[in-house]
């Protein structure tokens, strides 16, 4: 593959916005620290505490998927799109500012997408989610996350789909362990009162 540039302006442009994406990653302890502060109000004291421990994991599972997809997604799929190419007999020659931006969007995606459990914590101590519900709907999880793995993965074969639907299911099962270890208890109902009022 040769990436080319077509307009005078592109490889400016373009380490502008390698730039920008960049700092995403590096400056992402702060956003998740800011998001932290963001939503820190409606939750109890407690639990306010366990902001380091927020930001640590949020910024662990933004960071490993994207390179997750660096690693894993990228080879499968540019692969898959070049192959294209030679079955039409053109050799490819891309945009550099397209490459740019394909490449962004799924590593984004990718970041956000393994913030699953992370989401799940919040969802599950608002009383939102308990890991029973995602247990019962672990069924229907499945046949989404290989909806998504055949999306993400435009190749036919099921070895590369599965390869992505893998780390989506492990994430699905932690997310299960956080709602359960963290999940707010519902609060019983108040027995019905029977005493008959005496006259």
Known sequence: MLLIGTGVTEAFFTRLKVTFIASIF????????QAWRFVAPGLYVNERRTAIPFVLAGTLFFVSGAC????????VGYAFFL?????????????????????????????????????TFFLARVGLVTHRML???????????????????????????FLM??????????????????????????PADTDVEQI
């Open 135 to 161: 247990l019962s709907w672990f069924r229907y999880a499945i046949v989404v996350i290989f909806i998504v793995a055949a999306v993400l993965t435009p190749g036919p074969d099921a070895a590369s789909q």
């Open 165 to 190: 639907a893998t780390p989506l299911l492990i994430l699905y099962v932690i997310s299960i362990g956080v709602a359960y270890l963290f999940g707010r208890a519902r609060p019983k109902p108040a």
């Open 26 to 33: 590096a400056t992402s302890p702060v956003l998740f620290y």
């Open 68 to 75: 997750f997809c660096y690693i894993v997604v990228f080879p």
């Open 83 to 119: 192959e294209e190419y030679r079955t039409i007999g053109v050799s490819p020659t891309i945009r550099i500012s397209e490459y740019l931006a394909f490449a962004s969007r799924m590593l984004l995606s990718f970041g956000l997408t393994f913030e699953l459990p992370v989401i």
